[in-house]
């Protein structure tokens, strides 16, 4: 006799997925439901049971009715490398009429009574996540690295503004310091031509044999002119 195909609908049919991180316990659904017109009564099994906590683990679903089953893995250290060959089982068998003890009807039950379906596990980090995890605690550091770099730039605006406000009283005081020095160049011209003036004055005085005895001239002209009128008188 050929083994009975499962009669409860899984979903998911094939895969339980956890998504990380799992640094805590990580819930995955599975659910189960009879499309029959008859009751099923149902377990739930794995290769890992210290790994997985899973509610509920067995029971009885009524004809339509649909249950839906939790499995917890625990927190571990996950290895992206490392493959996992978890696996889960759901096994279901038909209730006969009138049936209420259902340990002694999976005690009593025959192989070919069962039915089952095999799931694997499968452990996923989001793609976001797998970006995230590295700098995660590099959020925050980045956060203060970002209010230092706003200080800093503030301190740099400062500092910025201080330089103008020197360069301008620098660029100040430069151009006093020229007015100043033009100034004193003018005075220097000034006093160098009066002076070459006078020298050049002294030097015509002291070269002009005219202008020395000029004062002998007058002498004598006066006393002529003296002498004359001093005859004329006389006589």
Same mark, same amino acid.
């Given at each position: 006799?050929?083994? @009975?195909?499962? #009669? @409860? ?25 009879? &499309? ?24 009885? #679903? ?11 893995? %625990? &927190? ?14 759901? %096994?279901? #068998? ?16 025959? &192989? ?16 976001? @996540? ?5 700098? $995660? ?9 970002? =209010? ?13 503004? $201080?330089?103008?406000?020197? %360069?301008?009283?620098?660029?100040? @005081? ?15 011209? =000034? ?11 002294? =030097?015509?005085?002291?070269?002009? &044999? =005219? ?14 002119? #003296? ?9």
């Amino acid at each position: 006799m050929s083994k @009975l195909e499962q #009669i @409860l609908i899984l979903d998911p049919p094939g895969d339980l997925r956890f998504r990380g991180p799992f640094t805590d316990v990580v819930t995955a659904n599975l659910k189960l439901r009879n &499309p029959s017109d008859r009751r099923v009564c149902f377990k739930v099994k794995t290769t890992a049971p210290r790994r997985y906590c899973v509610r509920p683990n067995s029971g009885l #679903i009524d004809p339509g009715a649909s249950v839906t089953v939790s499995v917890m893995l %625990q &927190p571990f250290d996950y290895d992206p490398n490392e493959k996992s060959k978890h696996k889960f089982m759901v %096994q279901s #068998i038909l209730v006969p009429a009138g049936a209420s003890d259902l340990e002694a009807l999976w005690k009593d039950a025959k &192989p070919d009574d069962l039915m089952d379906s095999k799931l694997r596990c499968v452990f996923e980090m989001p793609s976001d @996540l797998e970006k995230v995890s590295e700098p $995660e605690s590099s959020k925050a550091s980045s956060g203060s690295r970002a =209010a230092g770099l706003s200080t800093d730039d503030a301190e740099t605006r400062r500092l910025l503004e $201080e330089s103008k406000r020197l %360069q301008a009283e620098v660029g100040k @005081l430069l151009e006093e310091n020229r007015q100043l020095k033009d100034e004193g160049l003018r005075m220097r011209k =000034a006093n160098q031509f009066d002076s070459s003036v006078s020298r050049s004055s002294a =030097a015509m005085l002291s070269k002009d &044999p =005219a202008s020395r005895s000029l004062p002998s001239l007058l002498v004598v002209i006066a006393a002529l002119f #003296i002498g004359f009128f001093l005859g004329k008188f006389v006589l």
